[in-house]
């Protein structure tokens, strides 16, 4: 390279720093609000704006790291708040201590662990069985790195309680929790009829070691198969029994099928044939479905005779029982053989009674 060429690389390289510097200028900037001396509002914030379909939380993160202490900030939020939390404040409480857990803060003062063990504190004597709470309680050890000051095998516990959630696995890494915890809280998991969580945990946790997750997938298949079938059985192969069944076996097979290709498993575990089962139990029930009779239209009754008067007649009456003739004259019955010059037929038979 020349001595010309070399300048003018050092002057680009000059103004990709400006570049940079300049949008990171833009970025603190646009997160003020949330770096204000007011912050534990944003809290309240946070909640009343809450939006599933777009959480904050990359900008959380990106504020964060902007903020000379971010650990405080989260603290003075959680702990402005605490007083009477509704549902969705505790949401925002597990949405602010994961923006913090992701920007792995390692200047987290002593001062500030200690408030915050005794938040956590706090919070232990609310868990009872309570899912939600363990998982907040969690995360407060895992965003402050206060694991290591809390009994092990509680700890172990709260993980199986908040097992369902997708932050568990993180929060187990996160928590100090050693190898024979983790392999503890698997094999619970395994006893409670929980197997895909329980894989989940061998992958995540790192004990494939000492479990074999193609094994638990293979018995899992089999027993969903095998309740499938006592589904129907018990309701004695009633077609809502056998599409109950179809869709618990469906379910369960898409869950094997998917840690198949996220942990690539194909070489020991066809994922093909997992697939051929669904399509086959997806193919019956729409037999059933169309095999169903629409419903008979129900018989229409035979309409009653219309009284000339109005009305509709009942059982069948005489004219004369029925009144039809009111005060007229009743007609009287005439005899064809009483008639002058006629002679009735000996094949036909007489109208009337002799």
């Known amino acids: 390279m020349t001595e ?15 570049q940079k510097l300049k949008k990171a200028f833009d970025d603190l900037q646009s997160h003020r609000s949330l770096l204000s001396p007011s912050f534990p ?74 408030k915050a063990k005794k938040v956590a504190d706090n919070w232990n004597t609310k868990i009872n069985n309570k899912p939600f709470e363990a998982l907040l309680f969690l995360h407060l050890l895992a965003a402050f790195e206060l694991g290591s000051e809390f009994n092990s095998e509680e700890l172990s516990r709260y993980v199986v309680m908040i097992a369902k959630y997708k932050q568990a696995t993180l929060l187990c890494n996160k928590v100090c929790l050693d190898k024979e915890r983790v392999g503890e809280v698997i094999t619970k998991l395994l006893s409670i009829g929980k197997p895909i969580l329980a894989v989940r945990f061998m992958y995540e946790c790192g004990r494939t070691d000492g479990f074999e997750p193609v094994s638990v997938l293979k018995g899992y298949v089999k027993e969903a198969r095998e309740a499938a079938e006592r589904v129907c059985k018990e309701d004695k192969y009633s077609l809502k029994s056998q599409n109950e069944a179809t869709d618990k076996e469906v379910s369960a097979l898409r869950a094997v099928i998917k840690i198949i290709k996220d942990r690539n498993l194909e070489a020991e575990f066809s994922e093909e044939r997992v697939e051929e089962r669904v399509e086959e139990l997806e193919r019956q029930k729409a037999q059933r479905k169309r095999n169903v009779e ?55 038979p007489s109208y009337y009674s002799q």
């Open 4 to 18: 010309t060429e070399t300048i003018a690389a050092a002057i680009n390289q000059i103004d990709e720093k400006k």
């Open 41 to 114: 509002l944003s809290c309240k914030f946070l909640a009343d704006h809450w939006d599933d379909d777009a959480m904050p939380n990359q900008e959380l993160s990106a504020a964060f790291r902007y903020s000379p202490d971010p650990a405080t900030m989260v603290l003075n939020a959680i702990d402005g708040s605490s007083k009477g939390k509704s549902v969705d404040v505790r949401r925002v409480f597990v949405l602010l201590m994961e923006a913090l857990i992701e920007i792995n803060d390692k200047n987290i003062t002593l001062d500030t662990k200690e």
């Open 294 to 348: 629409p419903p008979q239209p129900k018989p229409k009754g035979r309409k009653r005779p219309r009284d000339p008067r109005g009305g509709i007649l009942g059982p069948y009456m005489s004219p004369v029982a029925a009144g039809l003739y009111g005060a007229a004259a009743i007609p009287q019955p005439v005899c064809y053989g009483q008639q002058a010059g006629f002679v009735m037929p000996p094949f036909h």
